[in-house]
């Protein structure tokens, strides 16, 4: 793993995955341990589920911004949050849901799935956002039942976010991937995007996958224990 300086490039992206929160304690969906083995997606996160039974839905959130509310932020979003404020040429773009981006500290995160903490209504547009509370609110001034700003199975991503992810990649020189499998799609091809724009791709995982080849370098690892060996150093600078 080469040395890095981060004022040695002109634009970082970080691109997380469940992975990068799982030494939080959040849940990952798939894998051992995963949400999908207890809760049939079908019945809880997708629109027909929400259309079919929307309290069964909402609870189902309700449970997990609960149990995300009970884990903390580790070392590694820390680091991430104080590398974007000392470097502003870093933009974090995650897969993740659970906000702890945020919670560490880091500002303009690109959420390429959407957010337990917001709900949205399909009617007129708005958004409603709550990092704090388990509860968000069910109804949009205009009337409208919210829904939870997820990307759902069967949703796709919001254009706008995708635009503005797409854009960012392009004039990326280094790309770090961390803590995910490269299934979902089209974040999956985010690595190969950076690649084709000439990045340099780090990859950050505990373990090989089948998109570990495409890397320049592989670190295998924790993600707060990696970051913390990558970028300590820099942040005592
Ligand atoms: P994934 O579950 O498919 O893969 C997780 C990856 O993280 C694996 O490759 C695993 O080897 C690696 N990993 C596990 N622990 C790690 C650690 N401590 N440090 C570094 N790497 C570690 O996750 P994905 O690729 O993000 O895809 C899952 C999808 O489900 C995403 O689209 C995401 O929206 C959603 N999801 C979100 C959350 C969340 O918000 N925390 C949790 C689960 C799933």
């Not at 997606?41 to 929307?54: H, I, L, S």
């Not at 897969?95 to 959407?114: F, K, T, W, Y």
């Not at 509370?133 to 009337?143: A, H, R, T």
């Amino acid at each position: 793993m080469p040395e890095i300086s981060p004022a040695d490039y002109d634009r970082i992206v970080v691109f997380t995955g469940a992975g990068m929160s799982a030494e939080s304690g959040v849940p990952t969906y798939r894998g051992s341990g995963g949400i999908w083995h207890e809760y049939d997606w079908e019945a809880f996160a997708c629109q027909q589920a929400f259309e079919t039974n929307p309290h069964k839905v909402l609870a189902f959130h309700h449970v997990r911004r609960k149990a995300v509310l009970q884990c903390k932020p580790h070392a590694g979003h820390f680091i991430l949050s104080q590398l974007e404020n000392k470097y502003k040429n870093i933009n974090i773009i995650t897969q993740n849901i659970d906000g702890m981006h945020q919670r560490a500290g880091s500002g303009d995160v690109i959420e390429l799935h959407g957010s337990l903490w917001r709900a949205r209504c399909e009617q007129c547009g708005k958004s409603m956002e709550d990092y704090t509370g388990v509860q968000l609110e069910k109804s949009c001034v205009c009337g409208y039942d919210l829904r939870p700003a997820i990307v759902w199975f069967g949703d796709s991503l919001d254009e706008n976010i995708l635009e503005e992810a797409l854009g960012i990649m392009e004039n990326c020189d280094l790309f770090i991937s961390i803590g995910t499998s490269g299934q979902v799609w089209p974040a999956a091809g985010f690595p190969m995007a950076a690649k084709q724009s000439g990045a340099i791709l780090i990859e950050i995982n505990t373990e090989a996958n089948e998109t570990s080849h495409i890397y320049d370098h592989s670190c295998r690892g924790k993600a707060g224990d990696v970051l913390m060996q990558v970028f300590g150093l820099w942040l005592e600078r």
